[in-house]
């Protein structure tokens, strides 16, 4: 079984900034990537950024410049830093990991970025 839990989430202005995190327990065999998505209300979720192993990154157009996605190898944590934050980010941001041929999501942690 993997746990994986996101924190950081909450009501940022817009142009503020806001740092999330996720961590990843349990029976882990080897992280092959982790990645942010997110979903807003009567949206489809969204992939925002992702970071492998090999510290390799990727980033939504939406978001270049303004998101940074770094991982902490050691604590299978990854952490997303957010700044610049327009109010149609406001969403649910979700955590996966993927290992071992399977993905695991997180429950999510809300981001409401106000005008």
């Known amino acids: 079984q993997v746990q994986v839990v996101e924190s950081g989430g909450g009501l940022v202005q817009a142009g503020g900034s806001l740092r999330l995190s996720c961590t990843a327990s349990?029976?882990?065999?080897?992280?092959?990537?982790m990645e942010w998505h997110r979903q807003a209300p009567g949206k489809q979720r969204e992939l925002v950024a992702g970071?492998?192993?090999?510290?390799?990154?990727s980033y939504a157009d939406f978001v270049k410049g303004r998101f940074t996605i770094t991982r902490d190898g050691a604590k299978n944590t990854v952490h997303l830093q957010m700044n610049g934050l327009k109010p149609e980010e406001s969403a649910v941001y979700y955590c996966?990991?993927?290992?071992?041929?399977?993905?695991?999501w997180g429950q999510g942690t809300h981001v409401t970025v106000s005008p």
């Open positions: 970071i492998t192993s090999r510290d390799r990154t």
């Open positions: 349990g029976n882990i065999f080897g992280i092959k990537a």
């Open positions: 996966v990991l993927f290992d071992a041929g399977y993905d695991f």
